[in-house]
C-alpha cells in the first residue's frame, strides 16, 4: 500500500507564498518516477499545477509558472511544491498524486496516476 501526505495548506493574503510539501512511503530513496500536484475546483474538475520527474524534469500549468517552483527530495521521497504570489484563483484543495515505475507522456491527466494524497487547502484572500 502506497501512502502519499501532504502538509503546508493554509491561508495567505494576495501575494503572499505557501509551501505545500508531499512525503510518499516506502523505503528511503525507494522512488516515484513522477510526482505531480493537481487541484480542484468546483467547475472545473482536476487540474494539473505541477509535475517533477525522478530525472529533475518539471512540466507548470501555464497559470502557475513563473509563480510555482516544483523539486525533490529523492532520500525523503518528498517533493515540495513553493507557491509564491498567489492569488484569490489560486484558492482551492490542492492534491499530490504519484507514479511509481513508468513516465507518463502526459503528465497532467489525473487518471494515470494510482497513488494520492488526501489533498491539502489553500485559500488567499483578495
Known amino acids: 500500500q502506497v501512502y502519499l501526505t501532504e502538509s503546508g495548506g493554509g491561508s495567505v493574503q494576495t501575494g503572499g507564498s505557501l509551501r505545500l510539501s508531499c512525503t510518499g512511503s516506502?523505503?528511503?530513496?525507494?522512488?516515484?518516477?513522477?510526482m505531480a500536484w493537481f487541484r480542484q475546483a468546483p467547475q472545473n474538475g482536476r487540474e494539473g499545477v505541477a509535475m517533477?520527474?525522478?530525472?529533475?524534469?518539471?512540466t507548470y500549468a501555464d497559470s502557475v509558472k513563473g509563480r510555482f517552483t516544483i523539486s525533490l527530495d529523492k532520500p525523503r521521497n518528498t517533493d515540495h511544491l513553493q507557491m509564491d504570489n498567489l492569488k484569490p484563483e489560486d484558492s482551492t484543495s490542492y492534491y499530490c498524486?504519484?507514479?511509481?515505475?513508468?513516465?507518463?507522456?502526459?503528465?497532467?491527466?489525473?487518471?494515470?496516476?494510482?497513488?494520492w494524497g488526501q489533498g491539502t487547502q489553500v485559500t488567499v484572500h483578495s
Open positions: 498524486a504519484a507514479v511509481r515505475g513508468r513516465s507518463l507522456t502526459h503528465p497532467f491527466v489525473p487518471r494515470l496516476y494510482p497513488h
Open positions: 517533477i520527474a525522478d530525472d529533475g524534469t518539471t
Open positions: 516506502g523505503r528511503p530513496g525507494d522512488m516515484y518516477s513522477m
